[in-house]
């Protein structure tokens, strides 16, 4: 069995992470699952741990200079979802995360740390181009959401690393949609999610996104589909629509989304398109879980 430490500053902990090895361990919601030990005992982990949670350095949620958005890694599912700061986006996908009392210890960090292609979160970030922060003993590096994510459960962290907060860059919607389908009303595991927005100015698409979740090893985003509505009225939606979803449809591995899977994407991007392209008034077109 390994060690576990309690430190109570990110520099104890950094160099906990370089010396021993240790892996951090958040709101546990993940690892003690992964422990698989039975009710009522300890959970115990073949490797070292440190318990993360007294860092305040890793906590809150912050607006920067530039109208970049800055979410500790600490931060929770509840103090997601009840941030104003907090895109939209992310707040839905927040709030719908499991039960109450799992919103209340489930970190942001851990969601993304333990890159589950069924993580709620990174669906939303990666359509909002959001980073992550890796502190080191070393320093600090910021890369992409979707490039940390390797693939299922993988990421780019270093066995020196830590993830210090995610950072969601500005942006501006006129129309946006979210919605994670999963196997009950609540407290579900999602089988499939997915984020839409555009920015509609003078009846030009601006800027569109789509970010699809659950349904792969990694969130699926294809640029390609989006730049072919950027630049185009809304008026034009309708004749561009079946090449949108034939680019977007492409972009999805050929194993990675069962039939099902991809028609409701599919359905779902037509509908948000659909009610833009009919005048729809500006906001949320569409939201919720399923
Ligand atoms: C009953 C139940 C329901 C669930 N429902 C959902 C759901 O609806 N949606 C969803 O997305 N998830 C769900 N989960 C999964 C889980 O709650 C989330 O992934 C949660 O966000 C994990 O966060 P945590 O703080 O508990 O992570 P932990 O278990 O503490 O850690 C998870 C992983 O991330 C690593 N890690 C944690 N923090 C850091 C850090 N700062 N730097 C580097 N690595 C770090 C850990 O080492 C570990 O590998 C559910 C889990 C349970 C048990």
């Known amino acids: 069995m390994g060690m576990t430490y309690v430190p109570t500053t990110l520099s104890e902990a ?17 690892m003690m699952v992964q422990s698989k030990r039975g009710i009522a005992l300890a959970p115990e982990f073949p490797y ?17 200079d530039d109208g970049s958005v800055e979410i500790g890694a600490l931060t929770t599912a509840a103090e997601i979802a009840a941030s104003e700061d907090v895109p939209w986006h992310v707040r839905m996908a927040a709030s719908g995360m499991g039960a109450i009392a799992l919103r209340n210890s489930a970190t942001i960090g851990g969601n993304i740390g333990n890159a589950s292609p069924k993580g709620d979160l990174p669906q939303p970030l990666i359509m909002l181009d959001a980073s992550v922060v890796l502190s080191s003993i070393h320093g600090e590096r910021r890369m992409l ?15 020196d690393e830590i993830i210090r907060s995610v950072i969601i860059p500005p942006h501006d919607f006129t129309y946006s949609f979210y919605r994670k389908i999963g196997m ?91 009610e833009i392209s009919s005048g729809a008034e500006e906001g949320i077109i569409g939201g919720g879980e399923e």
């Open 14 to 30: 950094l160099h906990l992470r370089a010396e021993k090895g240790a892996r951090p361990l958040a709101g546990g919601s993940d």
């Open 48 to 64: 070292p741990v440190m318990i993360i949670t007294s860092i305040d350095e890793l906590r809150g949620i912050r607006v920067l």
């Open 145 to 159: 959401l979707d490039d940390f994510i390797l693939g299922s459960k993988r990421t780019a962290l270093s066995d």
């Open 184 to 274: 009950r009303k609540a407290n579900a595991i999602s089988k499939l999610s997915l984020s839409a927005a555009a920015l509609v100015k003078d009846g030009e698409i601006l800027d569109f996104r789509a970010s699809s979740g659950a349904a792969g090893p990694k969130v699926i985003r294809s640029q390609d589909a989006e730049k072919m509505l950027e630049g185009h009225m809304v008026s034009e939606i309708p004749e561009l629509l079946p090449a949108f979803l034939e680019a977007w449809n492409n972009a999805i591995s050929p194993h990675a989304m069962p039939l099902y899977r991809r028609n409701t994407t599919k359905r779902m991007l037509s509908f948000f398109l659909s």
